[in-house]
């Protein structure tokens, strides 16, 4: 399949073998990562390795390029095992956006101001072509918060809301308050379980905050409450998750 660029901003097309058809519709959420490679380079070259079995629609490098990978219309392997919202084919319904960064294992460095914007700008061209609602503008660590945490709690989701880009509501400062943390029980824990699914986090209510609950918590800061990352329910994130519940928009 010959690939042409689905974005104007795409600097050129490098294409993967690693995609499908959609198995399911549709075309709803956007789905950021960070490469977690020591250079673009090499992971250009994994995302386009047949063995590898991964793959993005796009890769956005440090200065700002943009290569496209995938077709839009074709399911990319990105997002792997995860769910939202009860949806478990997160490929077959999502944009994957791939950000060249060292990630966690690098040091989690600030993000590039080119890359910033090439990612805002992207994501703004991808959206004025799908139905994405802003709050399925996702972190890879939204849908499989027990096994990833990309793209981190360096990348600068306030600015891309500013532009149109996601769902963001200004996170509420630290302070002390009741807290919940792992081995916590109770109806107040199953309240608190019962808020994060109905944001769309894929968590059983079940009233024991257990490995799960706290990977959601840390996951949701990574996200929303970057200010310390600790899978703590804290006053601070129990409320930033009420916020976001209410800028909901009505069903």
């Known amino acids: 399949m010959s690939l042409v660029a689905d974005s104007p901003l795409a600097r050129r097309v490098a294409p993967s073998p690693n995609h499908g058809a959609r198995r399911a519709g549709p075309v709803d959420m956007m789905i950021l990562h960070y490469t977690g490679m020591e250079s673009g380079a090499s992971a250009l070259a994994r995302l386009r390795d047949p063995l590898s079995e ?12 943009i290569v496209q990978m995938v077709p839009e219309a074709r399911r990319a392997w ?29 040091g989690l460095p600030p993000y590039p101001e080119a ?10 061209d ?17 849908v499989a918060p027990e096994r990833k945490e990309d793209p981190g709690e360096t ?33 107040p824990v199953e309240a608190l379980q019962a808020m994060f699914t109905l944001y ?9 905050f257990d490995a799960r609950t706290h990977a959601v918590v840390t996951a949701f800061q990574r996200h929303f409450r970057q200010a310390r990352v600790d899978g703590v329910a804290d006053a601070s994130t129990i409320t930033t998750l009420r916020d976001l519940i209410a800028a909901l928009p009505a069903a």
């Open 54 to 65: 991964v793959s993005a629609h796009y890769l956005v490098f440090e200065d700002g390029g």
């Open 78 to 106: 990105h997002a792997g095992a995860g769910a939202w919202k009860g949806e478990a084919d997160v490929n077959s319904r999502s944009i994957g956006i791939e950000i060249v960064h060292p990630g966690h294992a690098g």
């Open 115 to 124: 890359q910033v914007a090439a990612v805002t700008a992207l994501a703004r």
């Open 126 to 142: 991808i959206l004025g072509r799908w139905p994405i609602p802003p709050a399925r503008v996702l972190a890879h660590s939204d």
């Open 155 to 187: 990348f600068p989701w306030a600015r891309l809301a500013a532009a149109g880009v996601g769902h963001w509501v200004p996170p509420v400062p630290l302070r002390d308050g009741r807290f919940f943390a792992q081995g916590d029980s109770g109806q």
């Open 200 to 208: 769309g986090y894929d968590l059983p209510v079940q009233g024991v």
